[in-house]
């Protein structure tokens, strides 16, 4: 049973280490990508795409220890309400950055922002599909 304690451990661990090197490669993309579209305010734009998705998927893979450690038959009823909070999360972020920016801002914003959110749902749906495999 210790065995099965370790490699949750391990694998909400190195879901966090592959969030975050996924975030330093969507934010230079990013930077780089805007830069060269000539966007203004570049910074604020990747800033807040990154702050979102560490904080989700960090927060995310604590709880999916927990609950996989403590109530592995509730997994099922966890992914369903991680997706459902993790959208409406982005949906509230983006309405409010519509509300405190300009429309050439926002839809620079709604563009990268969206980039990091599909890439990181991605992630997200491929690593715990073949971890929950294996549990």
Known sequence: MESKTVDV???????????????????????VSLRIAAVPEVLPVVLVSSIFVLMVESVLALVWRWVALKHRDMLTSFFTGASGLRFLGALAVMFV???????????????????????????????FSKVTERL
């Open 97 to 127: 950055w519509l509300l405190l920016c300009d429309r050439a801002e926002s839809i620079a914003f709604i563009c990268v922002f969206m980039l990091f959110y599909l890439v990181s749902l991605l992630h997200n749906s491929i690593f």
């Open 9 to 31: 451990r391990k694998m909400a661990l190195r879901y966090i280490v592959q969030t975050v090197m996924l975030v330093i490669a969507l934010a230079v993309l990013a930077v």
